[in-house]
């Protein structure tokens, strides 16, 4: 699976945006899709994660951006979008998309236990 994320850009504090990542193959609807992001200096950290078919296609959401970010994918275009709105200028990251088929429950969250990643999209939000 290659994954090519896109939609970054320089946004206002407050206002919203919205990333894509676009992966190839057939078996999409199958995957685990997460984002994660990466400040300069800091740890790659989860954002958002939506399963597969297996899982009902449920999400979830770090603490850090709940209520504010929805993740949702489009299994007919093979893409999943991270939706931000009321950014704050400490959600400037770089924003990668992540896959995995056999990804568990309990390892949702861990940037470790995925197998495919893109490259990566700059988000900065200005004060």
């Known amino acids: 699976v290659q994954l090519q994320a896109s939609g970054g850009g320089l946004v206002q504090a407050g206002g919203s945006l919205r990333v894509s990542c676009v992966a190839s193959?057939?078996?999409?609807?199958?995957?685990?899709m997460s984002w994660f992001r990466q400040s300069p200096g800091k740890e790659r950290e989860f954002a958002s994660v939506?399963?597969?078919?297996?899982?009902?296609?449920?999400?979830y959401y770090a603490d850090s951006v709940k209520g504010r970010f929805t993740i949702s994918r489009d299994n007919g275009k093979n893409t999943v979008y991270l939706q931000m709105n009321s950014l704050k200028p400490e959600d400037t990251a770089v924003y990668y998309c992540?896959?995995?088929?056999?990804?568990?429950?309990?390892?949702?969250?861990?940037?470790?236990?995925?197998?495919?990643w893109g490259q990566g999209t700059q988000v900065t939000v200005s004060s």
């Open positions: 939506i399963r597969g078919s297996g899982g009902g296609s449920r999400s």
């Open positions: 193959g057939d078996a999409f609807p199958r995957y685990t």
């Open positions: 992540a896959a995995s088929r056999t990804i568990i429950m309990s390892t949702l969250y861990n940037r470790n236990a995925y197998n495919y």
